[in-house]
């Protein structure tokens, strides 16, 4: 699986802004929604269940908040560089900047575990990282992250 599989340019969004964790959580979650046609409450309330579960902050600014879903007939992915990092309650306490957001049908667990692959094996390469929190577009973004 490569993130061409994965995530469409649309879902993209560089330089995105959000004052804390929880309004990240529910304008994202409304964006996957409004774009998706889904309901936006119900993308929300499966994020903030999830994260509180324990947090999605992977580390080295990078988070990959998900969550399961009702409903839902495919994988649905996002990616989100932030304007301005902030505190997500990472594994290494530093501030998430860079986010690749997930919703999955309740049922799907491979594909679930698969996608969460693909985003964590890019998002552990610091070169790539760097790359896009320096990209000027959300085109940059979508291609640094195949590089």
Partial sequence: MQIS????EDMILADFDADNKRQLLENVSFFIA???NFDKNAVF???LERENLGSTGYGNGVAFPHARIQGLDKIVTAFVRLHKAIDYDSLDSKPVDLLAFMISPENSGDDHLQTLSVFSRILKNENICELIRQA???HEIYVALHS
């Fill in 45 to 47: 309330e499966a994020m």
């Fill in 136 to 138: 000027k577009s959300a």
């Fill in 34 to 36: 409004e774009k998706k």
């Fill in 5 to 8: 599989d994965v995530l469409s």
